[in-house]
């Protein structure tokens, strides 16, 4: 990973944080004029740095961010974001250095879910998170873990 | 990686789904894990992290053993 793709995924994260979800390759290729920057996204890809859709051409994820609705949605500092998951819900409030509100479901049964995160404390903190892909698989499906 | 309000709430979506046990740990301790593991992603001077310090953070919260140890790169 070079320092120009590097400046690519920095733009990413900072459109992503600005926008709520994430930027369009339309909106990068008018954001950054002249930057072959669909060579870079692959790279970026390759490196787990942020995850493409397989079908079209557009992100899937930067991680903790999602590009899709999914059923973690997260507040914080006046903004709200879709989540990938349990554990990518609470990277939001951490990457930003904010507290924030965590809207979730119980997978099981489907019961709502809200924990707060306060001072890098979830409250309430006995919910239960469950990871059944190891970690050594994660990256084989990412969507899937 | 999802969240169930109980053990109780685990155990009957793996015998709905057929999937092994993974790991289990309480949402407090996932988000002290999510801090450690997300605070320098906006960072403009982040850089990729290695395996080796990814692991780190899983040993620093006491996720070890073989279900822990990340692919190697």
Known sequence: ?145 | MNLFRSEEHVERWLGRTGLEAGATITAGRLCELAHAWWSDRLAPSWRPRSREASQAILERLGLTGPFWQLAEE
């Open chain 1, 1 to 145: 990973m070079d320092e120009a793709e590097l400046r690519i995924r920095n733009h990413i994260y900072r459109r992503f944080v600005e926008l709520g979800r994430a930027p369009r390759f339309a909106e990068l290729s008018a954001e950054l004029p002249g930057v072959e920057f669909e060579p870079a996204l692959r790279r970026l890809h390759e490196f787990h740095a942020v995850v493409l859709e397989d079908d079209r051409r557009e992100l899937r994820m930067a991680n903790p961010f999602s590009a899709v609705p999914t059923h973690h949605r997260v507040e914080a500092g006046g903004r709200s974001w879709f989540a990938n998951c349990a554990w990518d819900a609470f990277g939001i409030p951490a990457a930003l250095h904010v507290d924030g509100h965590i809207s979730s479901e119980c997978l099981d049964c489907g019961e709502t879910i809200e924990i707060d995160v306060r001072g890098g404390q979830a409250v309430p903190d006995e919910h239960l998170f469950h990871v059944a892909v190891p970690a050594a698989h994660w990256w084989d499906d990412i969507v899937f873990t």
